[in-house]
């Protein structure tokens, strides 16, 4: 049972890589925009104590637009800045767009739109952060890893 678990989740990396591989910084967004839509899902649950059906209004519009943001500045910045500052420029970004979506969408004070605002970037920040990591350290030359 655990050889084949081990295997399927083997088999579910290597077609994460390969997708990676063929489409390079879309692929990158895409995937980073699902991780988005589940943390943003989280931060409205509990900052703003919304119900299922505002969270999931705010957990798809603010990751897309979002999800736009990573794709340009990857696109056109990955091999411009460094890590660190793609990722800190990436986040001063995300602020931004979070603050506006919260204060629009659940009509809330500039107070809690700016916790929002704040906490989801930050973990967004690391959501990218490893994923452009994993994308840049990355040997494509290198072979896949095996089920054996």
Same mark, same amino acid.
């Given at each position: 049972?655990?050889?084949?678990?081990?295997?399927?989740?083997?088999?579910?990396?290597?077609?994460?890589?390969?997708?990676?591989?063929?489409?390079?910084?879309?692929?990158?967004?895409?995937?980073?925009?699902?991780?988005?839509?589940?943390?943003?899902?989280?931060?409205?649950?509990?900052?703003?104590? *919304?119900?299922?059906? &505002? @969270? /999931? !209004?705010?957990? +798809?519009?603010?990751?897309?637009? #979002?999800?736009? %943001?990573? =794709?340009? $500045?990857?696109?056109?910045?990955?091999?411009?800045?460094?890590?660190?500052?793609?990722?800190?420029?990436?986040?001063?970004?995300?602020?931004?767009?979070?603050?506006?979506?919260?204060?629009?969408?659940?009509? *809330?004070?500039?107070? &809690? @739109? /700016? !916790?929002?605002? +704040?906490?989801?970037?930050?973990? #967004?920040?690391? %959501?990218? =952060?490893? $994923?452009?990591?994993?994308?840049?350290?990355?040997?494509?030359?290198?072979?896949?890893?095996?089920?054996?």
């Amino acid at each position: 049972m655990t050889k084949y678990i081990v295997k399927s989740y083997l088999a579910i990396f290597n077609r994460i890589t390969i997708f990676i591989d063929n489409f390079g910084s879309l692929a990158l967004a895409i995937i980073y925009t699902i991780g988005h839509i589940g943390i943003a899902i989280l931060c409205a649950a509990f900052i703003f104590n *919304a119900p299922l059906n &505002l @969270a /999931a !209004i705010d957990a +798809f519009i603010e990751p897309i637009i #979002n999800g736009f %943001w990573f =794709y340009a $500045l990857h696109r056109l910045c990955k091999n411009l800045l460094g890590k660190f500052m793609l990722t800190t420029i990436y986040t001063i970004g995300h602020i931004t767009i979070a603050s506006l979506c919260g204060m629009l969408i659940f009509k *809330a004070s500039i107070n &809690l @739109a /700016a !916790i929002d605002a +704040f906490v989801e970037p930050i973990i #967004n920040a690391f %959501w990218f =952060y490893a $994923l452009h990591n994993f994308y840049v350290t990355r040997d494509v030359t290198t072979q896949r890893v095996t089920y054996e």
